[in-house]
C-alpha cells in the first residue's frame, strides 16, 4: 500500500464532507417546497424580533403615543383627535368639516388643535358651560327674549320663537318701518296709526276700502287674493281695517263666482284656496279683534258682520262646485271650522251630519223619487268660535217669558254659532235641520229661558238680525240645547237669564224703598219738631221718643244719601260705620224706653236726673263702644267687596 498513488483524507474531514452535503440537499430540498419557505420564513421572523435590536418607542411622532393595543407588542398610535402611522406623521382631524352638523343644528362646532369644541348659535344658551362637546349632556335651549319686558319698545307686542323673536305693534298703531313684524335693533318703533279713529267718519271709511279694493284689484287669482288678505289681516287691527278687509272678502267671493264650474282646476288648488278662504275669515274673528268689532257702531257692525258670514258661506258652495268627484274636507282653524261635503244626490244619505268640537247638526231633505234627483250637491258647514259677542242682540227677538218677568233682562248669545248651506237647493230640498249647542256658560233651566234662533237677512240688503220663527226647542239642559229648524242659515242659542230679569224688578223695589224712606224722613223730622219745641208734652218719655226719633233719622238720611256712593273706599266705610252707629243707637233708645216702662209699672220712685244722664250715656255710649270694637277687629268688613 505505501507505493500506490491514492491519497487517504483524515475520517473526520471525511465526516465534513459528509454534513455539507446532506445540508446542500436539505436546502436544495427546502426551496423546492414553498410551503417549507413560508414556515422558515416566519421561524426567522420570530427570531429577528426588531425590539431586540432598537427600541421603536424612541421613533414615535410626537403626536403619537407608544404603546400595546390588544396584548401586542409595544407600538405607536396617533393620539385622539389625530389619524396617520403613528411614526412619520400624525394629522389633526377636523371634526367640524368630516360630519355634517356635528354639534346639532343649534350649536357651532370650531376645531382646535387635536380636539374641538361647540358653542351655541345666537338666540339659544348653553344648559352648561359655554364651551362643549357632544354627548357631554350639554344641550342648548331656547332663549325667550320677550321675557325681559319692553325689547320691542312702548306700544308693541313681541313674540317668541325658536332661536329668535319678532315684534308687533299694538292695536291702533304701527310700525315706522311700514312691516308689521320688525326687530328693534334696525331701529323700528310703533307710532299712532293715522286711521285710528276712521270708522267714525263715513268719508274716512269710504276712503280706506276703496283704496283697499283697488290694491286688491291687482291680484286677479282668488288664491293669491285669499292669501294676501291672510297676510294682511294677521296681528292687531283696527276697526276700519275689518271693514275694509271685509269688502275684499265680498269681492274676492265675486272673483269666484266668475270662475263657478270650472272643472280645470285641480282639487289641490281648490283645497289651497279653501284652506287661505278660512285663514283669513279666522283672522277677522278670532278673540283679539272683538275690540276692533266692538268700537264699530251697531248697525254698520251688524251690517259688515252679515257681509262677512254670506262671503263665506257663497265662497265655499262655490268653490265646492269646482270638484269633480265626491268629496270630503275638513278645514280648522283657531277660532273656525270647516266641514265640506260633494255628492251625487242619487247616491245621498238620507241624513247628512256633522260633529264640530262638540256640536252637532243633522239635514234631512224630503223625501223625492230618485229619477228626480240628478245632479252634484254640494254642503258646507261652518262653525264660529268667537263671534257670539260680537251678535249680541240689541232687542228682544222674543225670547224673554214676559209671563214670568216684569221686564226684559239682558239677552245674550250663549252657544258658538253654526252655519250649513246647501247648492243647488232645488236638488237637495230641505225637509228639517236639527242641531245640538252647547252652552258657553251652564244654565238654570228653572230660571234661565232659552231659544233657539236664526241669523236672518236678506241678501239685497244684507242688513242682519237675530230671529226665532220656523226654529223650535227640542231639549233643554244645563249645558246643552237640542233645535229643528226649517229652513238653513247661521244658528245659535239665545239667552234670557231670569236672574238677569231680577234687574227690572230691582230698579221697582229701589223706587218704593227711597219713596217710603222720604215719607218716614218726613214724620220723622215732625215727631223731632213737636217732642222738642212743644214744652208742654215734656217729660221722660218724650226726651227718650225725641232720641229714638233723631237715631232713626240719621239712619235712615245717611242711608239715603250715601248707600250708593261706593266709590271711594274710605267714604263707603264712613257710611257703612255711622250706618251701624245710628241703627244700633235706635235700638239702644227702644231698649231704654222699655227699661223706663217698667219701672213705671212697679211703681218704683228713682232720680231723674241721674237716670237721664245714664239713659244718654247708655243711649249713645254704648253704640259707639261696639262700632269701635267692630271696627278696630274688622275694619275691612266696613265697605264694599268691588273695592
Known amino acids: 500500500m505505501k507505493g500506490s498513488?491514492?491519497?487517504?483524507?483524515?475520517?473526520?474531514?471525511?465526516?465534513?464532507?459528509?454534513?455539507?452535503?446532506?445540508?446542500?440537499?436539505?436546502?436544495?430540498?427546502?426551496?423546492?417546497?414553498?410551503?417549507?419557505?413560508?414556515?422558515?420564513?416566519?421561524?426567522?421572523s420570530s427570531l429577528m424580533d426588531p425590539c431586540r435590536f432598537s427600541?421603536?418607542?424612541?421613533?414615535?411622532?410626537?403626536?403619537?403615543?407608544?404603546?400595546?393595543?390588544?396584548?401586542?407588542?409595544?407600538?405607536?398610535?396617533?393620539?385622539?383627535g389625530y389619524t396617520g402611522d403613528g411614526t412619520t406623521f400624525?394629522?389633526?382631524?377636523?371634526?367640524?368639516?368630516?360630519?355634517?352638523?356635528?354639534?346639532?343644528?343649534?350649536?357651532?362646532?370650531?376645531?382646535t388643535e387635536g380636539s374641538y369644541y361647540c358653542t351655541c348659535v345666537p338666540g339659544y344658551k348653553s344648559t352648561g358651560l359655554?364651551?362643549?362637546?357632544?354627548?357631554?349632556?350639554?344641550?342648548?335651549?331656547?332663549?325667550?327674549?320677550?321675557?325681559?319686558?319692553?325689547?320691542?319698545?312702548?306700544?308693541?307686542?313681541?313674540?317668541?320663537?325658536?332661536?329668535?323673536?319678532y315684534c308687533t305693534c299694538q292695536r291702533d298703531y304701527i310700525p315706522t318701518s311700514g312691516t308689521k313684524h320688525f326687530h328693534p335693533e334696525r331701529g323700528v318703533r310703533c307710532k299712532e296709526h293715522p286711521q285710528k279713529y276712521c270708522h267714525d267718519n263715513i268719508g274716512c271709511i269710504a276712503q280706506t276700502v276703496n283704496k283697499t279694493l283697488e290694491y286688491m284689484s291687482n291680484l286677479t287669482e282668488p288664491e293669491s287674493l285669499l292669501k294676501e288678505i291672510a297676510n294682511k289681516t294677521s296681528g292687531e287691527l283696527t276697526s276700519v281695517e275689518v271693514i275694509a278687509y271685509v269688502e275684499a272678502l265680498c269681492q274676492s267671493a265675486s272673483t269666484l263666482a266668475a270662475r263657478e264650474n270650472d272643472y280645470t282646476v285641480k282639487p289641490s288648488v281648490i283645497n289651497s284656496t279653501l284652506s287661505k278662504l278660512v285663514n283669513a275669515v279666522n283672522n277677522l274673528v278670532e278673540k283679539d279683534e272683538l275690540v276692533a268689532w266692538s268700537r264699530i257702531k251697531e248697525e254698520r257692525r251688524e251690517h259688515t258682520m252679515t257681509k262677512l258670514l254670506h262671503a263665506v258661506e257663497e265662497s265655499a258652495l262655490t268653490l265646492a262646485r269646482n270638484y269633480k268627484t265626491p268629496t270630503e274636507l275638513e278645514i280648522k282653524a283657531t277660532q273656525m271650522e270647516m266641514k265640506l261635503f260633494t255628492f251625487v244626490a242619487r247616491h245621498t244619505k238620507a241624513k247628512l251630519s256633522a260633529s264640530m268640537e262638540g256640536d252637532?247638526?243633522?239635514?234631512?231633505?224630503?223625501?223625492?223619487?230618485?229619477?228626480?234627483?240628478?245632479?252634484?250637491?254640494?254642503?258646507?258647514?261652518?262653525?264660529?268660535?268667537?263671534i257670539s259677542d260680537i251678535l249680541k242682540p240689541s232687542s228682544d227677538p222674543g225670547v224673554t217669558d214676559y209671563s214670568r218677568y216684569a221686564g226684559t233682562g239682558e239677552i245674550t248669545v250663549n252657544s258658538q254659532v253654526i252655519a250649513a248651506a246647501v247648492k243647488p237647493a232645488d236638488i237637495y230640498q230641505l225637509d228639517h235641520v236639527t242641531f245640538t249647542l252647547?252652552?258657553?256658560?251652564?244654565?238654570?233651566?228653572?230660571?234661565?229661558?232659552?231659544?233657539?234662533a236664526f241669523w236672518e237677512y236678506e241678501p239685497d240688503s244684507l242688513q242682519g238680525r237675530w230671529a226665532i220663527h220656523g226654529c223650535k226647542t227640542v231639549h233643554v239642559n244645563s249645558n246643552a240645547t237640542s233645535c229643528s229648524c226649517n229652513h238653513l242659515t247661521h244658528f245659535a242659542i239665545l239667552m234670557s237669564s231670569g236672574r238677569a230679569n231680577l234687574e227690572a224688578h230691582n230698579t221697582i223695589l229701589t223706587r218704593i224703598t227711597q219713596l217710603g224712606m222720604i215719607i218716614s224722613l218726613i214724620c220723622l223730622s215732625m215727631c223731632i219738631f213737636t217732642f222738642w219745641f212743644f214744652s208742654e208734652i215734656q217729660s221722660t218719655r218724650t226726651t227718650i221718643h225725641k232720641n229714638l226719633c233723631c237715631s232713626l233719622f240719621m239712619a235712615e238720611f245717611i242711608f239715603l244719601v250715601g248707600i250708593n256712593m261706593n266709590t271711594h273706599k274710605l267714604f263707603c266705610s264712613v257710611i257703612a260705620g255711622l250706618l251701624h252707629y245710628f241703627f244700633l243707637a235706635a235700638f239702644a233708645w227702644m231698649c231704654i224706653e222699655g227699661i223706663h216702662l217698667y219701672l213705671i209699672v212697679v211703681g218704683v220712685i228713682y232720680n231723674k236726673g241721674f237716670l237721664h244722664r245714664n239713659f244718654y250715656i247708655f243711649g249713645y255710649g254704648s253704640p259707639a263702644v261696639v262700632v269701635a270694637i267692630s271696627a278696630t277687629l274688622g275694619s275691612k268688613y266696613y265697605g264694599t267687596d268691588k273695592m
Not at 364 to 383: A, D, H, I, Y
Open 90 to 111: 400624525c394629522n389633526d382631524d377636523d371634526e367640524c368639516q368630516n360630519t355634517t352638523d356635528y354639534c346639532g343644528g343649534k350649536a357651532k362646532c370650531t376645531n
Open 360 to 386: 252637532h247638526i243633522n239635514l234631512t231633505p224630503k223625501p223625492r223619487p230618485g229619477e228626480s234627483r240628478n245632479g252634484s250637491v254640494s254642503v258646507v258647514f261652518v262653525r264660529y268660535d268667537s
Open 130 to 165: 359655554a364651551k362643549f362637546q357632544t354627548n357631554d349632556g350639554t344641550e342648548c335651549i331656547d332663549i325667550d327674549e320677550c321675557e325681559s319686558g319692553q325689547v320691542c319698545g312702548p306700544n308693541s307686542h313681541c313674540y317668541n320663537t325658536n332661536g329668535s323673536f
Open 55 to 80: 427600541d421603536i418607542c424612541g421613533f414615535c411622532n410626537k403626536r403619537a403615543t407608544c404603546t400595546q393595543l390588544n396584548g401586542s407588542n409595544e407600538a405607536c398610535f396617533c393620539n385622539h
Open 438 to 452: 252647547r252652552h258657553n256658560e251652564p244654565i238654570d233651566t228653572k230660571a234661565d229661558v232659552t231659544k233657539c
Open 5 to 44: 498513488g491514492v491519497r487517504h483524507q483524515p475520517a473526520h474531514h471525511r465526516s465534513l464532507l459528509k454534513v455539507k452535503s446532506r445540508a446542500s440537499a436539505s436546502m436544495e430540498s427546502l426551496l423546492k417546497s414553498p410551503m417549507k419557505l413560508v414556515l422558515l420564513t416566519a421561524w426567522l
